[in-house]
């Protein structure tokens, strides 16, 4: 974080500079326009459909005063600074992978993935807003970096799983190099016997195709779609085996102080629907992909059968309860979310 400290204002006069294919966008016409920098390639069809959709709506909420300008991953500070460059002001804000601050405490690892814990993006987007999730991803932050405000958190798919070659069930990983985000994910990968390697999701398709990694948990169908990993990689799995990760939305608390109550209303309202409405579109164009792609039949489409799934799922809690073991606030993560699922009838 020292480095940030000096010469921020330069600095992030410098870096937004930098920042090229974006500036020009139809949110320079709102009072306000918020820099937030995504965990979203700028291929991917979730960060397309929020600009498309859902961008020029936060402007038409607050009346032209406010907007945001959603950035790719990487493109102002590398993935996992965000938190620091929003504390300094180098971003306004990050809306992306809570996984990417695993190393600071573990308790991002739980909250960021639960692994083969929730059932659907629904169930976590409860969890973050009425069953003390935000609540809990704010006190993290209070806890390790200074200035960062919480707007909310959710998921919006399940991902799909891509691979070049057949995984039909947990032995299969025996081997197998996935790229999997730091943290929990590589933690259960590995107690599969597979070897989890990390690396940005902006470098997972060229080390697909050059033989570096096997398989890749990536993203939703749609967005592997989108990146073109099923032409390297002809064995996805669907619906997902593993993994529905909660992104967060996160704002300085410096700049959340400057916006008026309206419009602090507005961004915490329009973040929930655009997550709402991000969700309801990727189900359904996950599975008209997969349909389409199950009649060309140039992919073999890997469904596992609920014994695999329940198998890889006790793997996954023997790991939860490992990782709550290793910080307060874990375990505090941990328990909030089995209080959750229990109440949700989950567990």
């Known amino acids: 974080m020292m480095k940030f400290n000096m010469l921020k204002g330069g600095i992030k006069a410098m870096l937004l500079m930098s920042v090229t294919g974006f500036a020009a966008t139809a949110a320079d016409a709102a009072d306000r326009v918020l820099k937030i920098q995504t965990s979203s390639n700028a291929s991917h069809a979730s960060l397309a459909y929020l600009n498309e959709e859902w961008v020029p709506k936060l402007e038409a909420m607050t009346g032209g005063s406010l907007t945001v300008e959603l950035l790719p991953v990487d493109a102002v500070v590398p993935r996992r600074e965000t938190a620091e460059a929003i504390s300094v002001g180098i971003l306004d804000g990050d809306l992306t992978s809570i996984n990417y601050f695993s190393g600071i405490d573990p308790a991002f690892a739980l909250m960021g993935d639960l692994i083969a814990g929730y059932d659907s993006a629904d169930q976590i987007q409860a969890f973050c807003a009425q069953g003390g999730g935000k609540e809990m991803l704010q006190k993290l932050f209070d806890a390790h970096y200074e200035g960062v405000h919480v707007i909310g958190c959710g998921a919006y798919a399940r991902e799909a799983f891509v691979s070049k070659v057949p995984i039909r069930g947990v032995a299969d990983f025996k081997g197998i190099k996935v790229r999997s985000p730091e943290g929990l994910a590589a933690d259960v990968f590995k107690r599969a016997g597979a070897a989890p390697v990390s690396m940005s999701g902006s470098e997972t398709y060229g080390a697909l195709e050059k033989g570096v990694i096997d398989a890749a948990d990536n993203s939703a169908y749609a967005n592997n779609d989108a990146n073109g990993m099923h032409k390297v990689a002809k064995y996805p799995i669907f619906p997902g085996i593993h993994s529905t990760p909660i992104l967060q939305f996160t704002i300085g608390q410096a700049v959340y102080d400057e916006l008026t109550e309206a419009e602090q209303t507005a961004l915490e309202v329009w973040y929930l629907a655009a997550y709402n409405g991000l969700r309801q579109y990727f189900d359904r164009l996950d599975r008209q992909l997969v349909a389409r ?55």
């Open 293 to 347: 792609d199950k009649a060309a039949g140039e992919l073999e489409i890997i469904d596992w059968p609920q014994s695999e799934r329940d198998a890889f799922r006790k793997i996954a809690q023997e790991a939860w309860a490992d990782f709550a073991a290793q910080s307060p606030l874990a375990q505090e993560v941990y328990d909030a979310h089995v209080k959750f699922m229990k109440e949700a009838g989950l567990l």
